[in-house]
């Protein structure tokens, strides 16, 4: 009897090493290092939107985004990149188009809002992507402002005369744009799959940039992504 309780024991404990090894693997969050000639920006990815995650991954293992350009940026706003095209880009030409060739389901979290420094999926307008499918490389990471409950509230009661699913805030979620800031008008329209960790002054010093009349800066500035362990 000794024997088997022994053994039952050893056998609870495996389980539960192994599923907290589980819980743990589960948590484990990716972390890339966007790099520019303004410094260094490092982003953790959400395990909330899967399939954003993925497919960002992918590309970074492929080499994908090095060398192309933040090819729109806004300041107070966002800036933007990820257009193939953007690669090698001639001065004064339009970009913004380009991908690989493939879009994202949308996968909207209410947990996620759009404060500064998280990064989104750019996409094509409602009329004509209606689903509101992201592209499958295009991205920006946000800059925006700090808002007051009362800003926030004004903006949110607007879109939600146009909206089937009212958008709501938690208290919290108020406190975050009303200390840290970002762009409201896109959450729950947009998709969120990450946020910086390190480097936000570096957002700031390219949102500044000088730009034509597209918003593309004067000066090109290159990109390189590569996945990071700390």
Same mark, same amino acid.
């Given at each position: 009897?000794?024997?088997? &309780? ?13 599923? *907290?090894?589980?819980? $743990? ?5 990716? &972390? ?17 939107? #899967? $399939? ?31 257009? #193939?095209?953007?690669? *090698? ?35 094509? #307008? ?11 490389? $295009?991205?920006?990471?946000? $800059? ?11 903006? &949110? ?62 000066? *090109?500035? &290159? ?8």
């Amino acid at each position: 009897m000794m024997i088997k &309780k022994i053994i039952y024991i050893f056998l609870i404990l495996i389980t539960a090493l192994n599923t *907290d090894c589980l819980a $743990q693997k589960k948590k484990k969050q990716t &972390k890339v290092l966007i790099s520019t000639e303004y410094g260094d920006i490092k982003i953790v990815l959400y395990n909330e939107t #899967p $399939q954003h995650r993925d497919n960002f991954i992918k590309l970074v293992k492929e080499k994908f985004y090095d060398g192309l350009l933040f090819h729109r940026v806004m300041n107070n706003f966002m800036i933007q990149g990820g257009d #193939p095209e953007s690669k *090698d880009a001639k001065e004064g030409v339009m970009l913004g188009n380009g991908g690989p060739g493939y879009t994202i389901p949308a996968e909207f979290d209410t947990s996620l809002i759009h404060k500064k420094g998280v990064l989104a999926a750019a996409r094509q #307008p409602d009329n004509v992507n209606p689903n509101k499918e992201s592209s499958g490389s $295009q991205f920006y990471i946000v $800059q925006g402002k700090t808002m007051t409950k009362e800003e926030v509230d004004k903006i &949110k009661n607007s879109r939600n005369k146009r909206r089937k699913v009212p958008i709501t805030y938690t208290e919290e979620q108020y406190k975050v744009y009303e200390e840290i800031g970002g762009t409201p008008h896109l959450d729950m329209d947009y998709t969120i799959f990450g946020e910086v960790i390190e480097g936000l002054e570096v957002i700031d010093l390219i949102a500044v940039a000088a730009t034509d009349r597209r918003n593309r800066p004067e000066k *090109d500035i &290159k990109m390189t992504i590569k996945i990071v362990r700390k």
